[in-house]
């Protein structure tokens, strides 16, 4: 019995070192916010790496700026919407907004 513990407890020890290159500014972010909920990085990106494993996927978020003329279309498309200008609706029903769009 004390055998089959040691396995256990020496499988789940095993640990290598990965060499990855971030931006610096990125891991020291990274470092405080993984210390403020207590935990070092490593703890934090070896639960990515269980993540990534089981679901197969990668996701990445960004915070993007839009192209000028893209913002100034939408700009202006917000600016229209609030004084009601090309909208349609509200509608009472789902038969009205159907007879709305068949017009």
Do not use: W
């Not at 405080?32 to 197969?56: C, D, R, W």
């Not at 700026?65 to 609030?82: I, N, S």
């Amino acid at each position: 019995m004390t055998l089959c513990a040691y396995c256990v407890y020496f499988r789940h020890m095993a640990k290598t070192t990965i060499n990855i290159k971030a931006d610096k500014e990125v891991k020291e972010k990274a470092q405080k916010v993984a210390a403020e909920l207590g935990m070092p990085l490593s703890v934090v990106i070896n639960a990515y790496l269980k993540q990534f494993i089981h679901t197969k996927e990668v996701h990445f978020y960004t915070e993007g700026k839009l192209r000028p003329a893209v913002k100034r279309r939408l700009d202006r498309l917000a600016q229209e919407a609030r004084a009601g200008k090309n909208t349609s609706g509200p509608f009472k029903s789902a038969e009205e907004a159907i007879r709305y769009l068949q017009q």
